[in-house]
């Protein structure tokens, strides 16, 4: 490890952090990011007061919601064994924080501080984590190097190291080299990832773990109570379910669909449900003389052979995936496909746009013949027709669908046996 690299950080860090308070009066996100970090110390204080001061401590920290999703098997593995683990999340970002401040096995959630070394010595003397478990990225060095210095043992988890990633750059090579050496243990998605820790990082303790959200989506996929009252709206229909679509996905999908001669029942979930985004969404679908009801306004007329559902509502869409024959995944004509496990899981065919490639799981699924990538609007027509019309095809698609999901699983036993070393270590040392 080369130190030099991380002093260097530490001491302009406060620079930058200037420099960054300077511009987000012209930035809104820039802006936001200060806003919400206003009180976080002082909120945190009034949590800890609650918390028994000899609990043993997990500091959980994920960028947003997919980061988090990724732990919570091993937070749930470890609350079911040991109940008495205080749990602490952070998030990086706002849309993260939202989505689970009020996360039940959780004793505190709140925003990470800024990375300064004032505002990690003064986070870390506040929950003094026993384990900092990070999930696959997000490294902020002064709260790493804090929490080291503090005992805790750090732990990377879900690790993937892209080939195309900054951290093969040879301006941050060495940053990051030293950065992954302040981690205990270092859990990764796959081997090729492990190797690459291994060889070009120099960190022998890698090991290859899988991918949580494995874990995560399949237990999740047992849960369908929500989605009861549809069972019997599309019963012994063909039905394709549309998730995390944004308008460019929308563009492409509505256009195809109409084009279908044996349509299939169609559910619609937007990436937003925002009402202006709503709005516009259920004017397109006029424009196009597109029947629609609102889930939030079902009712008794709802005609699926004639009306597409549209979902205004949020925290079911992989819920919603048990209902399809066919899932359409959207992000792909944006920046990046969205969760592509929720639908695979469920046994039917996988349909993404061209961005994918940020998403291993994504890429995976599709070498493995469990989806097919969709470039435009006739590839989209050609594939849903294939699709609704050949069953054995789609029946196919989906078995494969179902095992890459399910050959994948098993990571939480390693990395929560992990936890369970120096948890039962501490217990031990206590008696």
């Not at 602490?88 to 800024?114: C, E, H, I, Q, T």
């Not at 849960?223 to 009861?228: K, Y």
Request: proline share 6%.
């Amino acid at each position: 490890m080369n130190p030099s690299v991380l002093s260097f950080y530490t001491l302009f860090s406060p620079m930058l952090l200037g420099t960054a308070k300077l511009f987000s009066a012209l930035y809104p996100k820039l802006r936001t990011f200060f806003r919400v970090r206003k009180n976080v110390f002082e909120e945190l204080e009034q949590q800890m007061q609650k918390l028994p001061p000899s609990s043993f401590r997990l500091w959980i920290h994920a960028a947003s919601v997919g980061e988090f999703e990724q732990a919570r098997p091993v937070i749930a593995a470890l609350k079911e064994r040991h109940p008495n683990i205080a749990v602490f999340v952070s998030f990086l970002s706002d849309s993260g924080y939202n989505a689970r401040k009020n996360f039940p096995d959780a004793s505190a959630v709140f925003y990470l501080p800024a990375d300064t070394r004032d505002n990690a010595k003064r986070l870390l003397e506040l929950i003094r984590p026993d384990i900092l478990l990070l999930m696959r990225y997000d490294f902020w060095p002064n709260h790493l190097l804090e929490a080291k210095k503090c005992g805790a043992k750090l732990i990377l988890a879900a690790a993937v190291l892209q080939q195309d990633s900054p951290y093969f750059k040879p301006l941050l090579k060495g940053f990051y080299r030293s950065v992954f050496h302040l981690f205990d243990r270092i859990f990764t998605v796959s081997e090729q990832d492990t190797l690459s820790f291994r060889q070009i990082f120099n960190y022998p303790q890698a090991e290859t773990a899988g991918d949580p959200r494995f874990d995560q989506v399949f237990l999740r996929s047992r849960n369908r109570a929500r989605v009861d009252h549809l069972k019997p709206v599309f019963e012994n229909r063909p039905v394709l379910v549309a998730g995390s679509v944004w308008e460019k996905d929308e563009a492409i999908l509505l256009a195809a669909w109409k084009a279908l001669d044996g349509r299939p029942s169609l559910v619609l979930v937007p990436h937003e449900v925002k009402p202006e985004n709503m709005a516009r969404l259920y004017q397109d679908l006029k424009e196009r003389s597109l029947d629609f009801m609102a889930v939030s306004a079902l009712n008794k007329t709802f005609n699926p052979d004639r009306q597409i559902l549209v979902i205004d509502q949020t925290g079911y869409l992989a819920e919603l995936y048990s209902l399809a024959s066919i899932a359409y995944v959207g992000g792909g004509f944006g920046i990046n496909v969205h969760n592509t496990l929720e639908p695979a899981v469920h046994q039917i065919p996988v349909l993404f746009g061209p961005r994918y490639h940020n998403s291993p799981e994504a890429e995976g699924l599709a070498a493995a013949g469990g989806a097919i990538v969709i470039h435009d609007q006739q590839e989209l027509f050609k594939a849903l027709k294939s699709l609704t019309t050949d069953t054995a095809q789609r029946k196919k698609m989906g078995t494969i669908a179902e095992a890459f999901v399910q050959e994948r699983t098993g990571a939480t036993a390693a990395i929560t046996a992990s936890i369970e070393g120096y948890y039962n270590a501490r217990e031990s040392s206590l008696t």
